[in-house]
């Protein structure tokens, strides 16, 4: 037996659990419909480059795959980011900016658990598709449609091996299919936890027209990929490309413990495969290095007769923070054969790493909406949280953002701004929650943030201290409250006024509106009764509601059924603001994956 190794310079272990999920609503029959969009006005990076899909909602491990899905001839992109949810890019041409366009988050509304291969399994012409059905198996989907318009329906739950077994398949590890013998039957490969790697070869359709698979070995070549020392493996996945063009398929492995991709040519030739090189780290003029875990796949980007890789960063043992704010790579093949790097964020998106939190405000005094963005912690930063300025040089009714750089605070972690004018001079203040569970209060003098109290008010329990201004009992003046790490709100009565706001804890305020952890309050008077509901980001359970069914004077918020159409993933954080004028509020949200969902009401 040959054991390839991996260099390792850390200890961490890979857990079998899941890594990758998103949090869906309950949603009232009658609810509001809210449509999303990824880039319904310019956002523009602080080099002054167009950001294509501003409002994507960023990416903590993509896993991408391109597939001509509509017979076109062109790649189209499909990338996963959470649990059950596939987003889809439609290739639309090179004339434009950017040749993909966004068109949904969840494509055909399929399932597809932790992981997705798109594949010809019936061998009809067309794209079928398999998932993870949970826990660890392999669900198949049939395109009952044609290779120009696919319908995928789902045909098994799981796919069986000639025996009538259902085949195994560790979730977090991502198989693949091709023909590697080139017999005119696909095979199947499953990577092990052990370093390992499983061929199934198929032996056609069932009854039922369903693959079935023959095992035919569980170590394709001897083939075992684990760390230099010690026992430890990694999660890992695999595409297959003959990238020397020698006309057999070679292998490019990502693994939980490899900050590189790995190619294992194929020395052998298209009907006998050989794999009995040492694996080396890819490309050769500039080997990837990223923190791990390195899913690829490749296509001819440009349609210049070559092949590109892509690859998405899933993040592993080193240091995976580094790579939660950019990690689609883009690696272009040169005429030379050398692969250049041309963006660590191939998706051009607001990202700023993980669990984003944004407040909206005129900060310049110009009467039109700014931006704040700020993040858990930094990736390039481990120390501290970022607060990104985004100021708004468009007009109240035609938006366009600018980024201008960011804050200057002290290092914390879980900064969590909120803006309005609490002094009545025309320019909205900072609130900035923070992770000890205190609030600084920062003025704003027309020229920056002046730092007025470190500890304006802090919770009186717990951590992550998220404000919200509101006039919750319609006395003219901002009342605040904060969510917390617990779940749970703490409500602070402004009993000063309008510009000298003086907040006092109100002891047992809102008891019962909790959402299990990490609460983070938004207001909005959805049924228009002239009182304002609470919409509350969670941990887990994406946006609860607690609707307003006291007075204006006196809000009593009980829990009820979500009265708006958005979908949003974990650590979500909402915020309704009118950033075109016209009336009606825009839901956004930040999240666990850094960036910004926006929903723009129909």
């Known amino acids: 037996m040959r054991i390839f190794t991996l260099i390792l310079t850390s200890l961490l272990l890979f857990s079998g659990c899941s890594l990758f999920r998103t949090a869906g609503n309950e949603m009232d029959p009658s609810s509001q419909n809210y449509q999303q969009q990824v880039n319904p006005f310019p956002v523009y990076d602080e080099a002054g480059s167009l950001v294509v899909f501003p409002f994507l909602g960023g990416f903590n491990a993509p896993r991408p795959q391109f597939v001509d899905i509509d017979g076109d001839g062109d790649p189209d992109l499909f990338v996963q980011e959470n649990t059950d949810e596939l987003k889809f890019f439609e290739y639309t041409g090179e004339e434009a900016d950017f040749p993909l366009d966004w068109r949904t988050n969840k494509f055909q509304d399929l399932d597809i658990g932790e992981w997705f291969r798109f594949a010809d399994m019936d061998q009809d012409g067309d794209m079928d598709l398999i998932t993870e059905q949970p826990y660890s198996y392999i669900r198949y989907y049939r395109n009952e449609g044609n290779s120009k318009d696919p319908e995928f329906v789902l045909a098994a739950d799981s796919l069986r091996d000639v025996n009538g077994e259902p085949i195994f398949s560790d979730r977090q590890n991502i198989p693949n299919v091709t023909d590697i013998d080139d017999n005119g039957n696909l095979d199947l490969f499953i990577g092990r936890l052990e370093g390992t790697l499983t061929r199934y070869e198929s032996t056609g359709l069932d009854e039922d027209d369903i693959p079935q698979f023959e095992l035919v070995t569980e170590r394709f070549e001897n083939i075992e990929i684990v760390k230099q020392f010690g026992t430890l493996h990694g999660a890992n996945t695999m595409a297959f490309m003959d990238i020397d063009q020698d006309g057999d398929q070679d292998i490019f492995w990502g693994d939980f413990f490899e900050p590189s ?62 790579t939660l704010g950019e990690n689609f790579y883009f690696y272009e093949q040169q005429s030379n054969g050398d692969f250049e790097l041309q963006t660590r964020q191939f998706l051009s998106t607001l990202d700023v790493g993980n669990e984003s939190i944004l407040s909206t405000g005129d900060m310049d005094g110009d009467g039109d909406l700014d931006l704040l963005l700020a993040n858990k912690i930094d990736p390039n930063n481990r120390n501290t949280s970022i607060v990104y300025i985004y100021e708004n040089r468009g007009s109240q009714n035609a938006p366009e953002f600018h980024q201008t750089g960011r804050l200057e605070l002290p290092e914390s972690y879980h900064y969590a701004p909120e803006l309005s004018d609490l002094n ?41 201290a998220v404000p919200k201004l509101a006039d919750l009992d319609t006395d003219g003046d901002l009342d605040l409250l904060l969510g917390s790490s617990g779940g749970s709100v703490v409500y602070f009565e402004n009993t000063g006024t309008s510009t000298e706001p003086n907040f006092e804890l109100v002891e047992n305020a809102f008891e019962g509106v909790e959402v299990g952890h990490r609460s983070a309050p938004s207001f909005y008077d959805v049924d228009a009764d002239g009182d304002l509901d609470l919409f509350m980001g969670s941990k887990v359970d994406g946006i609860i509601f607690f609707r307003n069914t006291g007075t204006p004077e006196n809000p009593v918020f009980e829990k009820d059924e979500l009265p708006i159409s958005v979908r949003v993933t974990q650590f979500s954080t909402p915020h309704f603001t009118d950033l075109d004028g016209n009336g009606i509020p825009e839901f956004l949200s930040g999240n666990k994956e850094g960036g910004i969902f926006y929903f723009s009401r129909k």
């Open 261 to 322: 991709v790995l190619l294992l040519e194929n020395e052998g030739d298209p009907t006998d495969p050989n794999f009995q090189s040492e694996p080396r780290p890819f490309p050769a003029n500039d080997p990837v290095q990223t923190s791990g875990y390195n899913a690829p796949t490749l296509t001819d980007w440009g349609n210049d007769g070559d092949v590109d890789l892509f690859l998405g960063v899933l993040g592993g043992a080193y240091n995976a923070n580094q």
């Open 424 to 464: 009545g001079d025309g320019l909205d203040d900072l609130l900035l929650g923070r992770w000890r569970g205190g609030v600084a209060y920062y003025q704003n003098t027309g020229n920056g943030f002046e730092l007025i109290e470190e500890t304006l008010l802090e919770l009186p329990r717990g951590s992550n």
